[in-house]
């Protein structure tokens, strides 16, 4: 059967009219794509269109955008103040013949060919396609033999998903451990019995005795933002051009790393050329701005930076430590981005005047070597939890394709 034979309702939300306080609750793809019902950034329309308004059984897939089309969400709360936006169509059968969850189960596995065959556009402008979906062909079982392989499905996806809620929990505390230690460290030292006196600085509070109270900019040689590059889009040319996603926590990644053309890299300067031990600032943009990273790359390749990523360097200061400081500030650093969420950013002149504790230099190196030792081993915990949750996540989606195709008889 084509899907448009199998429900009786599949259409886009609408475009919501944005209000503060409303009872009309937005439902876009950063709601759902995660795959629970996320409402810690809940927005409201003002607008309750009839056609958007999300029910009981409904099928949700996002529709929009690389990484997120595809991904499915099946509604099952009898709240009715939930109102699909334009980028999130919505399915439905409201006569019984076929069960959505069901087709929630199917489509959940089918990520990756809704990506090849229902979409136009670019890469992050890609468009789910309403003819395409409506012609999607797929077998349907009988009602009875429907609802025997959801109620299968439910018990033993159950008891994986309880298991991935347990390691999830643990990833958490561990993250909360990593957050705790680096605090720790970089604000009251490496000696519990030390003697404290205020910082003079209200969100750093009580630091060692012995300890200063500096400004980033007395303690770095260099503070710049990188510039707007011109782009090389045809080939790998090595001219890298180090963007704010490669700029992460956990590391250097330059995966999705662009390239800059030849003429525009031959007139950078050599300061503009990431070194050994630069302190990288993220600088625009929600869960982006405030983001620290440390350029420990040795090998002898050129990279800059584009104009959202600020290098902070210092020739008499451990910038390990200057690292460690300022990954443990990020909530802060984000207080000081002006703008809307998505919009927010800071400057040079901000973060110049950002205070830190410091120790002498021998003390920054051991309170450093520390750090990379304890986080180290954190890491190491938290990615073999990672590992067992993707594995869970193997098995879920085994397990679905078996049984929604036949092979494993429920």
């Known amino acids: ?4 034979e199998i429900c009786d309702y599949i259409s886009r939300g609408t475009t919501p009219v944005y209000v ?6 937005v439902m876009n793809q950063a709601t759902f794509s995660k795959g629970w019902l996320d ?4 927005r409201y329309t003002s607008k309750n269109a009839r056609e958007a308004q999300i029910k009981k059984g409904d099928l949700l897939m996002a529709s929009t955008g690389g990484g997120v089309l595809g991904k499915v969400f099946f509604f099952d709360s009898d709240d009715t103040s939930f109102y699909a936006d334009s980028h999130v169509s919505i399915l439905r059968n409201s006569k019984g013949k076929n069960l959505m969850k069901y087709l929630y189960y199917v489509f959940s ?3 990756d060919e809704i990506n090849a065959t229902m979409v136009k556009g670019s890469t992050n402008q890609t468009e789910l396609q309403r003819n395409y979906l409506l012609a999607y062909e797929m077998d349907i079982p009988s009602l009875s033999k429907q609802q025997r392989i959801v109620d299968y499905l439910d018990a033993r996806l159950g008891k994986i998903d309880a298991r991935i809620a347990v390691l999830e929990k643990e990833q958490d505390a561990y993250a909360r451990l990593k957050k705790s230690v680096i605090h720790h460290a970089v604000t009251r030292g490496l000696d519990p019995n030390v003697s404290l006196k205020d910082s003079g600085v209200e ?10 109270t500096k400004r980033i900019k007395d303690v770095v040689s260099d503070i710049f933002t990188g510039v707007s590059p011109v782009y090389e889009y045809d080939n790998d040319n090595q001219n890298y051009v180090f963007g704010q996603r490669n700029n992460q926590e956990y590391g250097i990644d330059f995966e999705g790393i ?6 525009f890299f031959k007139t950078r300067l050599p300061k503009e050329f990431l070194k050994y031990g630069d302190v990288l600032l993220n600088t625009l943009g929600g869960g982006s701005v405030g983001r620290t990273g440390y350029y420990d790359i040795e090998d002898n390749i050129s990279v800059i930076t584009d104009g959202h990523v600020m290098i902070v360097r210092s020739k008499t200061y451990n910038t390990r430590y200057m690292y460690y400081y300022l990954c443990s500030r990020k909530e802060r650093l984000e207080m000081m981005a002006i703008g809307s969420t998505n919009q927010a950013f800071f400057n040079i002149s901000d973060i110049r005047i950002v205070s830190l504790p410091m120790p002498s230099l021998g003390e920054q190196q051991t309170i ?7 986080c180290a081993r954190i890491d190491a915990t938290t990615e073999n939890i990672g590992k067992q949750i993707d594995a869970l996540k193997r098995l879920k989606r085994a397990l679905i ?4 195709t036949g092979q494993r008889a429920v």
């Open 1 to 4: 059967m084509r899907l448009k």
């Open 20 to 25: 503060d306080e409303s009872p009309y609750k």
């Open 39 to 42: 409402e810690s950034n809940m």
């Open 109 to 111: 596995i089918k990520y």
């Open 203 to 212: 969100w750093i509070g009580m630091i060692p005795e012995h300890w200063e």
């Open 258 to 263: 662009k390239y800059a053309k030849d003429d």
């Open 368 to 374: 450093a070597s520390y750090l990379d030792d304890k």
């Open 401 to 404: 394709n078996e049984v929604v």
